[in-house]
């Protein structure tokens, strides 16, 4: 069984930086995505980045969503934990961000296993 915990959130300004980790334990598969998604008050959630690995060949492949694109990066950290280095947050970037595995690229509808999610919040 999969588990997730993410961490790293917390307050920034404008223009700030934050970096999200997601741990995860069990196992995962040999291809799988990883997922960041967040979820603001009166909003549906929405993937923000994932991560394609095949533990094959190592091949590796993210995506973005438009909104972060060129602001924020998911990389491996210590296989099989993701992290999220957000750059440049402004205030649209806050809410609750959560890490998930074993869906689609950016669907959320798509994940199975899902973390509690860790609180973002950027002041203007």
């Known amino acids: 069984q999969v588990q997730l915990a993410e961490s790293g959130g917390g307050s920034v300004q404008t223009g700030g930086s934050l970096r999200l980790s997601c741990v995860a334990s069990?196992?995962?598969?040999?291809?799988?995505?990883m997922g960041w998604f967040r979820e603001a008050p009166g909003k549906e959630r929405e993937g923000v980045a994932s991560?394609?690995?095949?533990?094959?060949?190592?091949?590796?492949?993210a995506e973005y969503s438009d909104s972060v694109k060129g602001r924020f990066t998911i990389s491996r950290d210590n296989v099989p934990n993701v992290v999220l280095q957000m750059d440049n947050l402004a205030p649209d970037d806050s809410g609750m961000y959560y890490c998930?595995?074993?869906?689609?690229?950016?669907?959320?509808?798509?994940?199975?296993?899902w973390g509690r999610g860790t609180q973002v919040t950027v002041s203007s």
């Open positions: 998930a595995q074993g869906g689609h690229a950016l669907t959320a509808g798509t994940y199975r296993t």
């Open positions: 069990g196992f995962l598969g040999r291809r799988y995505y």
């Open positions: 991560l394609y690995f095949d533990s094959a060949s190592s091949l590796s492949r």
